[in-house]
């Protein structure tokens, strides 16, 4: 025939093989021998008929070296019919690149067998080339049909689709040509086609219509491509055709953009039960009526490594479903609630993959009474009353880690799972691995940092007789980890108290770590009791100095730490409360009355970033009513992506402006919108009510500064402990007295304050203008003086001394009659 009697015929679209991914295509025998070789494998792997043909396929493919021999990965194949995958192919210049090989056996005459090798780079796919018509299918790995035509157009080798696909039976095909089996003008065209293509030695894709003599007229489309194969000799040898069904193929395509949309999907979260249920989603109802995804009940939280598979002792581990989606509203197949346990019967295949992480298809699933399904009632009856008639099972791996498995049903679909839905199932699953095991890690990092924080945070909080307190502290959902956040009450001497919060920038093991650090170094000045601008700034340093000394990243940028803090000293006596803060939000104060106020503060420059110049930090001093409330908190409590801080602020301030209700139940009120909705900042609220001491539990003396100080001293606490009740401390409290006032007087000028105050402790304080902080000596025996600090420490719990505006305090504390007692621990002589 003609060419211009062939182009008169309506074959339906043409395109060229240039306008997609080049598809290398060969034939072996059946010891895995080249034995035809086309154009577009030369292009891939840069080796030409001549270097090919005659050798072992291990040259271009080490999956056939890989095995002991070619004849045992041959022998693999023929028991598979076939072998599809991703695998390694070797260029002439040593470059390794990974391409989809599909590997089909044909039948020939006299029982001889060749096998049909398809690879196609995946470095070329473009979405266009997913879509095409014949690499959609083989990449998909629906059925295809192939046929083998000789130089004379007879066909010499075919597999079991292409009869399928034409209706022509294989022992009617082979030793004929096509227009011998099927005379016809379609028939001829196809030859004319074959023909043309087997002397150019090109490609060519046609989609046409076929109609099975058994079908009645009904026809139905294909896609076809033919190829021209090579010998030794670069001659041609013959044209082998691949034909796919339309049908399959745009299902094909639709599995393709399913799984490229998995990636996408699937990696857009670190929430594994998030991961988990839109895998689920993915595959209803493209793949399955139902799928449900049941991991290792740690898998959520990564609390413990993950099983390692095969198991040791058929060791199985406890699943609980992490997601699962069906075709009907509701998942009514599934006898399992979704964050609920799953139980495995013995012998299921359940049991099968756990134990040797291989996956499971059961086309025709078995329900006859007493197999294992009955093992649990609930599976049972859920598989008979909703028809399961179809089945597999795939086991989530992360290498040798097993984390779960994945189950695929079929009730309303009548197809049974086969091969190719086994293979798209286990690339699902493929996919969902990377994001599941990230989200693992993950999990795995915020759970120790979690534990981290919640062991460095305040288990008890001690305000003394200064303030009551109750704290909340929600940690960011698993998207965003743990952050920062931290806060603490820190008794200080006479009855006052530090409060203090903050927050570090970032999130997980890091920044749980350096807030414990910052908690641990407030706390160590805390207790030299500096003034709370003073204190920040030597904060400051500790966090640059930090800074400076981590070990720079593997990047080379310097580490970047910021913290923010509010620091404030509250004395119950004064009812005075001295606040100083690094870039921290101001606290939110109510008085007795329920007006709220957010005072004025200098803001101040946050720790740890060298941006404090000459004096960064200011003290604030308030005087407050008794029973006033302050609320001290983190800007995850104030900011969101839904309104600004000001807005926060507001709603903060109208929560707790009913100051006379309880703590708990304030810090109830002022967090409850955050228990119902993921937050992507730590959510932190410490709130006191302040209280005072009172004319009866403090006394405050004026005294010269002479050498009958010490003796109106010790009568004036005598007659106070009287008033108090507490005589059973003058004796030790008029010594005390009476060592301090007289250093006082000695080293000091100007009059001398003498305090007590009963709270907790009795504790006695000496005011001067000297600004030296006294030191502890051990007098030797022949020394009249530096015996009288001594003296103070062993007679009370711990003493010390703190600055002051006009020079300093020294104070010491005696705990009260019938509390337990805990004594300074004696110093020994040197």
Same mark, same amino acid.
């Given at each position: 025939m003609t060419t211009k009697s062939f182009d008169t015929l309506t074959l339906g679209k043409h395109s060229n093989g240039l306008d997609m991914p080049d598809t290398a295509l060969a034939m072996l025998d059946e010891q895995g021998t080249v034995v035809g070789w086309t154009q577009a494998a030369e292009h891939l792997v840069g080796r030409s008929a001549e270097s090919v043909v005659g050798r072992s396929a291990a040259l271009v493919l080490p999956l056939f070296g890989e095995r002991q021999s070619t004849s045992d990965f041959v022998k693999h194949c023929r028991a598979q019919n076939g072998w599809s995958g991703t695998t390694a192919v070797r260029h002439r210049d040593g470059r390794v690149m990974e391409a989809c090989l599909r590997i089909t056996m044909l039948r020939g005459m006299a029982g001889a067998v060749r096998w049909f090798v398809s690879l196609i780079d995946t470095g070329t796919l473009s979405g266009d080339a997913m879509s095409s018509l014949v690499s959609g299918p083989l990449l998909g790995r629906a059925p295809i049909g192939v046929a083998v035509r000789d130089p004379q157009l007879r066909c010499v080798f075919a597999n079991d689709v292409m009869a399928e696909h034409d209706g022509i039976p294989c022992d009617k095909r082979l030793g004929r040509r096509l227009t011998e089996v099927v005379p016809g003008p379609r028939s001829e065209a196809l030859e004319a086609m074959t023909q043309q293509v087997l002397q150019s030695g090109t490609t060519k894709v046609h989609e046409y219509r076929t109609w099975l003599p058994m079908g009645k007229g009904r026809g139905?489309?294909?896609?076809?491509?033919?190829?021209?194969?090579?010998?030794?000799?670069?001659?041609?040898?013959?044209?082998?055709?691949?034909?796919?069904?339309?049908?399959?193929?745009?299902?094909?395509?639709?599995?393709?953009?399913?799984?490229?949309?998995?990636?996408?999907?699937?990696?857009?979260?670190?929430?594994?039960?998030?991961?988990?249920?839109?895998?689920?989603?993915?595959?209803?109802?493209?793949?399955?009526?139902?799928?449900?995804?049941?991991?290792?009940?740690?898998?959520?939280?990564?609390?413990?490594?993950?099983?390692?598979?095969?198991?040791?002792?058929?060791?199985?581990?406890?699943?609980?479903?992490?997601?699962?989606?069906?075709?009907?509203?509701?998942?009514?197949?599934?006898?399992?609630?979704?964050?609920?346990?799953?139980?495995?019967?013995?012998?299921?295949?359940?049991?099968?993959?756990?134990?040797?992480?291989?996956?499971?298809?059961?086309?025709?699933?078995?329900? %006859?009474?007493?197999?294992?399904?009955?093992?649990?009632?609930?599976?049972?009856?859920?598989?008979?009353?909703?028809?399961?008639?179809?089945?597999?099972?795939?086991?989530?791996?992360?290498?040798?880690?097993?984390?779960?498995?994945?189950?695929?049903?079929?009730?309303?679909?009548?197809?049974?799972?086969?091969?190719?839905?086994?293979l798209l199932a286990e690339e699902l699953v493929r996919r969902a691995v990377r994001?599941?095991?990230?989200?693992?890690?993950?999990?795995?990092?915020?759970?120790?940092?979690?534990?981290?924080?919640?062991?460095?945070?305040?288990?008890?909080?001690?305000?003394?007789?200064?303030?009551?307190?109750?704290?909340?502290?929600?940690?960011?959902?698993?998207?965003?980890?743990?952050?920062?956040?931290?806060?603490?009450?820190?008794?200080?001497s006479g009855a006052r108290v530090a409060l203090v919060v903050g927050d570090v920038v970032g999130h997980g093991l890091h920044a749980a770590a350096t807030m414990g650090t910052l908690r641990a170094a407030v706390r160590t000045l805390a207790d030299l009791e500096l003034p709370p601008a003073e204190l920040l700034s030597r904060l400051d340093n500790t966090l640059q100095r930090l800074v400076e000394e981590d070990p720079e990243p593997a990047d080379g940028t310097a580490a970047v730490v910021g913290a923010t803090c509010l620091y404030a000293v509250y004395?119950?006596?004064?009812?005075?409360?001295?606040?100083?803060?690094?870039?921290?939000?101001?606290?939110?104060?109510?008085?007795?009355?329920?007006?709220?106020?957010?005072?004025?503060?200098? %803001?101040?420059?946050?720790?740890?970033?060298?941006?404090?110049?000459?004096?960064?930090?200011?003290?604030?001093?308030?005087?407050?009513?008794?029973?006033?409330? @302050?609320?001290?908190?983190?800007?995850?409590?104030?900011?969101?992506?839904?309104?600004? @801080?000001?807005?926060?602020?507001?709603?903060?301030?109208?929560?707790?402006?009913?100051?006379?209700?309880?703590?708990?139940?304030?810090?109830?009120?002022?967090?409850?919108?955050?228990?119902?909705?993921?937050?992507?900042?730590?959510?932190?609220?410490?709130?006191?009510?302040?209280?005072?001491?009172?004319?009866?539990?403090?006394?405050?003396?004026?005294?010269?500064?002479?050498?009958?100080?010490?003796?109106?001293?010790?009568?004036?606490? %005598?007659?106070?402990?009287?008033?108090?009740?507490?005589?059973?401390?003058?004796?030790?409290?008029?010594?005390?007295?009476?060592?301090?006032?007289?250093?006082?007087?000695?080293?000091?000028?100007?009059?001398?304050?003498?305090?007590?105050?009963?709270?907790?402790?009795?504790?006695?304080?000496?005011?001067? %203008?000297?600004?030296?902080?006294?030191?502890l000596r051990s007098a030797g025996i022949t020394d009249e003086n530096g015996r009288g600090l001594f003296l103070v420490a062993q007679l009370s719990r711990r003493w010390g001394s703190r600055p002051a505006p006009e020079g300093k305090v020294v104070w010491a504390e005696q705990e009260l009659p019938g509390a337990s007692r805990t004594r300074s621990r004696p110093l020994q002589a040197a």
């Open positions: 139905y489309p294909l896609a076809a491509s033919f190829h021209c194969l090579q010998g030794a000799d670069g001659e041609s040898l013959g044209v082998c055709l691949v034909s796919a069904d339309l049908a399959e193929s745009r299902l094909a395509r639709e599995r393709l953009a399913a799984v490229g949309e998995a990636e996408a999907r699937l990696g857009g979260t670190l929430d594994v039960m998030r991961i988990s249920q839109e895998l689920a989603d993915l595959a209803v109802p493209l793949l399955a009526d139902l799928v449900a995804v049941d991991l290792e009940q740690s898998t959520p939280s990564g609390d413990h490594s993950a099983v390692r598979v095969p198991s040791a002792g058929g060791h199985r581990p406890p699943l609980r479903r992490a997601g699962h989606a069906s075709i009907h509203a509701g998942v009514p197949e599934s006898p399992w609630v979704r964050g609920g346990p799953v139980t495995v019967p013995q012998a299921s295949p359940f049991a099968a993959v756990l134990s040797t992480g291989r996956s499971h298809l059961e086309p025709m699933l078995d329900r %006859t009474p007493g197999i294992w399904m009955d093992q649990v009632p609930a599976i049972g009856e859920k598989v008979r009353s909703h028809g399961v008639h179809s089945l597999m099972v795939v086991p989530i791996r992360a290498q040798n880690a097993l984390l779960g498995v994945v189950l695929f049903l079929r009730t309303e679909d009548p197809t049974p799972f086969h091969e190719g839905d086994l994001a599941l095991d990230n989200a693992r890690r993950y999990a795995r990092e915020q759970t120790a940092a979690l534990t981290l924080q919640r062991n460095l945070l305040p288990r008890r909080l001690r305000g003394g007789t200064a303030v009551e307190t109750a704290s909340r502290y929600l940690p960011a959902d698993v998207e965003h980890g743990v952050g920062g956040d931290w806060f603490d009450v820190i008794p200080l004395d119950p006596a004064t009812r005075v409360c001295t606040m100083a803060r690094a870039g921290h939000p101001p606290p939110a104060i109510i008085d007795p009355q329920g007006r709220v106020a957010f005072p004025d503060l200098p %803001t101040g420059a946050p720790l740890g970033l060298g941006l404090g110049l000459g004096d960064p930090f200011q003290s604030v001093e308030l005087e407050l009513p008794e029973g006033s409330l @302050i609320a001290f908190y983190t800007d995850g409590l104030v900011e969101s992506r839904d309104h600004d @801080i000001d807005d926060g602020m507001n709603s903060l301030g109208a929560a707790l402006a009913e100051p006379d209700q309880a703590l708990e139940d304030l810090c109830d009120r002022a967090t409850e919108s955050f228990l119902e909705q993921t937050s992507c900042d730590d959510v932190t609220l410490l709130l006191v009510r302040t209280c005072s001491l009172g004319a009866n539990r403090a006394a405050s003396w004026t005294l010269p500064s002479d050498e009958c100080a010490s003796g109106k001293a010790r009568q004036l606490v %005598t007659g106070q402990l009287r008033t108090w009740g507490l005589d059973a401390l003058a004796d030790s409290t008029e010594l005390i007295v009476s060592e301090l006032v007289t250093n006082a007087v000695r080293h000091g000028t100007g009059t001398v304050t003498l305090c007590l105050k009963q709270h907790n402790a009795l504790t006695c304080e000496v005011s001067d %203008t000297n600004v030296c902080v006294p030191q």
